[in-house]
Every structure is written in C-alpha cells, then in structure tokens.
C-alpha cells in the first residue's frame, strides 16, 4: 500500500494521525499542494475530485477520504485498540460525535478560512467574505456547546481515545489560520485541545 | 428504542429509509419540525443541536446523527445484509462515497436550498443568496463526476446496495426545492436515480 500525502491540510493530517496512533507505516508519496500537484494526474487519475490523501492499495484499487481510509486501515493492518469503538454503543457514540465536529465545526472553521483568508482568493471561487464571517459565530456555538459536554469526560466520545478526537485536534488547530480564537472561558475544551496537541501523535 | 422523527427533511428520511430496507420497526414519535418542535424541550434536551433524527435506546442513553443511528441499527438488530459494506474494502468503498455524496453533493444542494428559498430565510440566518447561487454549479460538478463513475455499475459502491444509495436518492430528491435540475444528458445519474425511486423503500 502507499500513501499520497498532502502535507500540512487538515484531512492528510488527519489520517496521519490515526496511523502514528496506531503505529501503522506506509509508504508515503509526498504531493504538493501548494503547488497544486493534486490537480495533476498522479492525483486526478487516482481521485476525480482531486484531493488527498489517496490510499492506493498493491493491486491498484484505490481509498479516498480520511474517514474511509482510516477506517480501511484500522480493519487490514492494526484493529486493536480500535479507535472507532469496541461495541455497537460505542461505535454509534464515536460515529456521532466525528460527524457532529466534521459538519458542524470542522466545516465553519474551514468556511472562514477559505472565504477569508486572501491565500485562498483563487482556490475559493467565488469568494465570499459575508459567508466566511458567518461562519465564525457558528463555529463559537458549537465550541460552547461542546465545552458542556466535556466537563466530565476525558475524550469527546466518553472514555476511550479515538478518531472523533483526531478531527477535534485538526478541527482546533484549523481556527489559528481561520482567526477564530477559543474562548478563555471554555476551559473544558482548552484543557481537551492542550490534552491531544500533548500526544506524540501530533506532530504527525 | 423509540425514534423521534422530522417527517419529510432529508435526514429524518434517510434513517426512515434504511429502517424499510432492514426490515426494521421501531416505536415512532413524531416531531412537527414546521412548527419548529425539534427546538423544544422534548428534542433540546436529547440533542443539543436540537435536530432531528434522535435514537433513545430503552436505557435512556440516546443516539444522534443519521449514519450513527443506522450503523447502531444494523449492528443491534438486522446485520445482514449489511448496508455498510460485507468486508474491508466494502466498508471502505460505501464510507468513501457516503462522504462524497455528503460533503459535496448533499451539502451543495442544502445550502441552494436555505439560501435562497424564501421559507428558509428565518432559519439561515445571515441568508445569502450569492452563497446558494454558488453551490449550484458545485452540485453540478459532482453530478457529471458521479455519472462517470456510474456507467458500469448498478449502486453506487458497486454491485451492492448500501447506505451511500441511500444519501444520494435524498439528496437527488431535495434538488427539488433547492430548484437545481439534473441534466437531460446525464444519463446514469438519472437511471440511478430511478432504479433507486422505484424502491419500496423510497416511499418511507
């Protein structure tokens, strides 16, 4: 199997992520974004939508999107301890809480960013500010409703690490270059951020 | 189990869908989202993003988000034949295109619809017409993908039915209000679209 990677945006690091959590190797093919290799063929022929990461498996099939791709090589390479959870409950828990941070958080913070920042004027078409400064306060909503949550909890799903915390951390990371900044007094969420960036698997 | 349900949006629909394809029955309350009863206690307090679908397991523990109300389905009460993929790769293939058909058909077709219907300008707020203009040739892009990758296979992870189908007949069926017209020429989307239509299911 090998890997196209793509860097510093969020989703290829994502699956980095799961795969230092899991002490998974790949073969890692790097691709440059900023200069738009995944609009080249080696990407496009691989993934219709042109974006990465793309898992490419030794008989030439290929796995787009974080999600699937994590999930493929949890299941193929390294399926303890799961980070999509170990009963049905649990796997329901993380499955609600990765799809709550992905379109209700992760997707504001990204709306900012590319509708805001002027590095994003030719990615973004049309660009529109009005809606990236909307965003910002959704975003805010959800980061407060998910301070409540965490009072009691170490991880967002309940006890257990898992992917759900990975989207988190690559969610909150994100907001520096969307310039939403976390609110001082949501400490729960604070002290949970400090908690994953404190991970080895973060560097990642 | 009992399933407080939205009647006619999409994502009430997509959990009401997979339940008719399962076999599944289920006590039902419905919740009168026109009247905005999904903001009241009885919802605000299961879920606090206060949408709809909402699983209430007997035990009082509850289950939010569509996918993670089917997965949790499947897996308690009907396994076969699974809906979410029969092996590693399966699994792979349907998450890839649930996502796909998520994140950038179902969302380009939402945000059409709440930001330029007339009815959904108190619930978008801001309301930006120029945003859901610029969505329709996002959700159009993704249909002339899709029709390519549908040429040679009957469902769109392959030959299998699966939950991905399910994501996409509601989302074909919502470009309805969100006034966005599937091309004469797209010839596969249509007959996909059809074949899925024609599903007892589809009446759920």
């Known amino acids: 199997m090998k890997l196209f990677d793509g860097g510093r945006a969020p989703n290829p690091r994502r ?7 899991k002490g998974i190797t790949l073969d890692i093919v790097p ?9 080249q063929p080696e990407i496009a022929d691989r993934n219709p939508l042109r974006r990465l990461p793309v898992l490419e498996l030794d008989d030439g099939r290929v796995i787009t999107e974080s999600v699937a791709i994590c999930r493929y090589l949890e299941e193929t390479l390294a399926p303890e301890p799961s980070l999509f959870g170990n009963d049905a409950f649990a796997r329901a828990r993380v ?9 209700n958080f992760y997707a504001a913070v990204a709306a900012a960013f590319r509708h805001i920042h002027p590095a994003m004027a030719e990615w973004e078409v049309p660009q529109l500010p009005e809606w990236g400064e909307a965003n910002k306060p959704k975003a805010l ?6 301070d409540a949550h965490l009072v009691d909890k170490p ?50």
């Open 31 to 39: 691709v440059d974004m900023g200069a738009l290799g995944h609009r």
């Open 95 to 103: 499955e609600e809480w990765n799809r709550r941070l992905e379109l």
């Open 155 to 204: 991880f967002v799903a309940g006890e257990a690490f898992s992917i759900a915390d990975i989207t988190g951390l690559v969610a909150l990371d994100f907001t520096k270059l969307a310039k939403i900044a976390v609110p001082e007094e949501l400490t729960n969420v604070r002290r949970w951020h400090a908690d994953l960036a404190a991970r080895e698997s973060a560097k990642a």
């Open 15 to 21: 699956v980095r992520i799961f795969m230092a959590e």
């Open 141 to 146: 909503d959800f980061l407060r409703m998910l």
